[in-house]
């Protein structure tokens, strides 16, 4: 059973700042939550990931709420490029990586 | 450029056929994973590996096997294939199989059963 609940679509306008939230009520402590993102039928890209404090890096910010219960994963200035389905992954001590239907985001002019 | 490969890119073949696809991991990655995406299931987590041996398994059926040799490159054999096999597989790679680390795919390997 999918851990997480997302959006099934969303829009941005480029230039503008995506933020895509993320449910994930039943997380563990020691459980981790990834995003990867799939444009077109590539492979899976990795995005960011944390655990309890909120990340950043050069693709995006990873912010995570006190409860650790949803998370927002932020494209600071979305391009054309970023057009693509956007999945939130909670990954525990179990170790596989399970992918739910994520949220197609479209970066529109 | 992920760092992970895999062969073929492209396969077509019959039902009741056997196929085998091939993924090396990054330089260094011990841990393999195997992921089908098909049209309607999305990708959906069949099996891991770490360094040789079997660590996690998902829905993977019993038609299908996988190893991890010890060069640590991986197969997947897919064997008495069904239509409903058509897919693109992907393999993906990490340092060691922790849960803090992140993996990287390859391309996949689209599998084309008429």
């Known amino acids: 059973d999918a851990k997480t609940t997302q959006p099934t679509s969303m829009d941005c306008a480029e230039g503008r700042a995506a933020n895509l939230p993320c449910n994930h009520s039943?997380?563990?402590?020691?459980?981790?939550v990834y995003w990867y993102r799939q444009i077109h039928s590539q492979g899976p890209q990795y995005i960011i990931h944390?655990?309890?404090n909120n990340e950043t890096n050069e693709m995006a910010s990873l912010i995570i709420t006190e409860d650790r219960k949803s998370s927002t994963l932020i494209l600071p200035h979305a391009t054309l490029r970023d057009t693509a389905v956007y999945y939130c992954?909670?990954?525990?001590?179990?170790?596989?990586?399970?992918f739910g239907a994520g949220t197609r985001l479209t970066v529109k002019p | 450029d992920s760092g992970v490969t895999q062969t073929p890119k492209h396969l077509i073949t019959a039902t009741g056929q056997r196929v085998t696809l091939r993924c090396s991991p990054r330089?260094?990655?011990?841990?393999v994973y195997w992921y089908q995406q098909s049209l309607d299931q999305g990708l959906q987590f069949l099996i891991q590996?770490?360094?040789?041996?079997?660590?996690a398994k998902g829905n993977i059926l019993e038609r299908f096997s996988a190893q991890q040799f010890p060069d640590l490159h991986s197969e997947l054999n897919l064997s008495s294939l069904e239509l409903g096999d058509s897919a693109l597989y992907f393999c993906?790679?990490?340092?060691?199989?922790?849960?803090?680390?992140?993996?990287?795919f390859g391309s996949g390997t689209q599998l084309s059963v008429l």
């Open positions: 992954i909670v990954r525990g001590t179990d170790n596989d990586m399970r």
């Open positions: 039943t997380i563990s402590g020691n459980e981790y």
């Open positions: 590996y770490y360094n040789g041996e079997e660590r």
């Open positions: 330089s260094g990655d011990l841990s």
């Open positions: 993906a790679s990490s340092v060691a199989g922790r849960t803090n680390e992140k993996l990287f």
């Open positions: 944390g655990l309890k």
